[in-house]
């Protein structure tokens, strides 16, 4: 009930244009972030202060068939971010996100690009897992995006890469296709967003590993990093 009445309490404020202090960092001031909602959310403190916040979330069911929450992991000053879908068994059971055939296949593609694991973010739309892996519901987003949304304020990245549909649509408030999203660069809150599949898809058809390489190198050039070469 956490996020759910956080969320509400934000709208409230929102309504009645009073300040949200009460996600404000005491100190220092990075750029403000507006939620989807439209409200005005600061920057709520870092990532190890909103971890210790989230804590036993129970803002939505899957909290009660989860084992572990998986919150994200890599580097607070990344330029770069994944935002996946949510965890699967894997990341259920070790608490990490892309830790399963789908996150290795993350990780040789982040490696391709010349970088490792601990110099991105890595995190997803749900901190839980959906029982068998099924799609994530409206209200599950709705009570777990303000976590996102804090996530990516604290760390302010240069780019983010939404992996698959619901990511996409999550962040860009789009219904399209992630087969019509991907190929170009939209906008998320000024940062520069690049919708790709997810490595999941991948697996079940890699000749789409092309369309993925074509966007991660639009990534690269935007990031001026060289990279290993094509992930295989
Ligand atoms: S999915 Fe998000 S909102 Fe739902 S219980 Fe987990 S952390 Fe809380």
């Not at 901190?127 to 209200?139: A, E, F, I």
Request: aromatic share 6%.
């Amino acid at each position: 009930m956490l996020v759910r009445s956080l969320t509400q309490r934000i709208r409230l404020d929102g309504d009645l244009k009073r300040p949200v202090t009460y996600l404000s960092r005491r100190t220092g001031a990075k750029p403000k972030i507006e939620a989807s909602t439209g409200e005005t959310v600061p920057n709520g403190g870092g990532l190890e202060a909103l971890c210790a916040e989230i804590g036993d979330c129970r803002g939505c069911g899957l909290a009660s068939l989860r084992h572990n929450l998986v919150f994200g992991e890599g580097s607070e000053h990344a330029e770069l971010v994944f935002v996946g879908e949510a965890p699967g068994e894997d990341e259920d059971a070790q608490g990490r996100p892309f830790v399963g055939r789908a996150g290795q296949l993350l990780t040789k593609i982040i490696g391709a690009m010349g970088l490792k694991r601990e110099e991105v973010y890595i995190c997803n739309i749900l901190k839980c897992r959906p029982p068998g892996n099924r799609n994530p519901q409206p209200d599950e987003i709705a009570a777990c995006e303000p976590f996102l949304i804090r996530q990516l304020q604290a760390i302010q990245p240069r780019v983010i890469c939404a992996l698959g549909t619901f990511a996409a649509h999550t962040l860009l408030k789009s219904e399209a296709p992630i087969s019509v999203l991907r190929g170009r660069f939209h906008e998320y809150q000024g940062i520069p967003l690049m919708p790709t599949y997810h490595p999941a898809y991948l697996l079940r058809n890699p000749g789409a590993k092309k369309q993925v390489w074509e966007d991660i190198q639009m990534v690269m050039k935007t990031l001026a990093i060289r990279g290993q070469g094509a992930e295989q």
